[in-house]
């Protein structure tokens, strides 16, 4: 597929969108049919090291209470996902690199492998180093998800104060895959300074650099960080709130035709631009969905960014909530499976 196509559909509107759509949605259905997978995620702890600019959670925010939930909190947040059946877990957090916090991810991930042998077990805790990621395999992870969150260093660099690098970034997924995780990777759709050329060139990238799955989500503001500190930004994104749904709805949508055997997760940041956004995403390009299993008491303090959607709920609501909308969209909830990411294993030749 040539630049000028992937352009056209990026752009698409009206009909030429519903094309897109189609086209991609019987791309998405030959592999996985209608089946949606669940991943149960726990926002385990908001603690970070970091200050990416656009994030909530960010070390500079002081307004931010912090918390890291216990071993026996994990543990019952796994009991629920054993009884919901939900084949997997996510562990998220912010980054950190102490080794106080690499023995503490080691013991949960002990945690669930040794209690839940069948359950599949993803991180999602930002740049590690290669012995602790080979460590975190060792001890039961088999998926790691760490957003490249633009495939331009330039623009990564307007995002990312200047002791973080998009090299060392891009070298940890490079890590991942040498220790033959299923790696994920995404980007934020909708930024200030994007181009349409940087996510045609984000497009490539995952092509090119081969993974395995992909969690990409519309950016949204949040008023407690730099980036959206600047007034021009916060009028620019809220006019443009539409555009950058249709937008990412669009690049989900090529990236399934590019992918076909990738999994593709409907990130909950869809919801915040459109009420059923992570519906959508599975009606077109999506297969996976992870609803949060975090007790209602800390989702309050995991706000990476504004207006998430199911802070009000606790994870009972939320299992019941999701199986019926997806239902509704006319797609089939699948239990009890790993849902592990088919281009996996043609990529390792299994
Ligand atoms: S995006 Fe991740 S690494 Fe960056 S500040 Fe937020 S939690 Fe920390």
Redesign the pocket.
Known sequence: MNDSQIKNWLLATDKDQQNLFKKACSVKEKTFGKRVWFRGIIEFS?I?????L??????GNKKQERFKMSPDEILSCLKFIDKADYGSVVYQ???MTSNSFKNYLLEIVRLAHQNFPNLGITISC??QDFEFLKALKEAGATRYLL?I?TSNPKLYAKL?PAE?SWEKRFQCLKDLQKLDYQVGTGVMIGLPDQTIEDLINDLHFFVENKFDMFGIGPYVIHEDTPLSNDSEVQRWWHKNKSRNFNLSLNFLAVLRILQPNANIAAATACDVLSPLGRMKVLQIAGNVIMPSVTPQNYRNKYL?YENKPCIDENAEKCFYCLNQKIVRAGLRPIFGEQGNSPFFYQRKNV
């Open positions: 908001n970070c090291q970091n200050n990416c656009y994030c909530g959670i960010r070390k957090s912010g980054e930002g740049e957003r969150e990312h973080m990476l």
